[in-house]
């Protein structure tokens, strides 16, 4: 083979067996993975901040629901329990008072 195509198969076969950007390459590959990894490391310690911040307001917020007076005015303090009718069982802890009308005591 002579000429031009020689000439271009003689220069494929070198840029082939040439290695010297390969450790670029892999540097660049493993570079990604390690940034794909320390970022993600990143979002889920916001992630879990975010979590304790919320989890301690919701623990506060109980917290003066439970000892505080009410904000609006007829507001009952406590639901008293009914009297549950001979003929029906008693409810279970979380009922809400609107399910029956025996359930809570009226509080007026």
């Known amino acids: 083979m002579t000429g031009p195509l020689a000439y271009h198969a003689r220069a494929l076969r070198r840029f082939l067996r040439d290695e010297e950007g390969a450790t670029l390459v892999e540097f660049t590959l493993v570079f990604g993975l390690y940034l794909l990894v320390f970022f993600g490391l990143l979002d889920f310690g916001r992630l879990a901040f975010h979590y304790v911040n ?3 307001g919701l623990q506060v917020a109980a917290r003066l629901a439970a000892v505080r007076p ?14 549950t009718p001979k003929d029906e069982t008693e409810p279970q802890f979380g009922t809400n008072c609107s399910a029956k009308s025996w359930v809570c005591a009226a509080p007026a």
């Open 54 to 56: 919320m989890q301690r």
């Open 70 to 83: 009410a904000a609006c005015a007829g507001v009952p303090e406590m639901n008293e329990r009914g009297v």
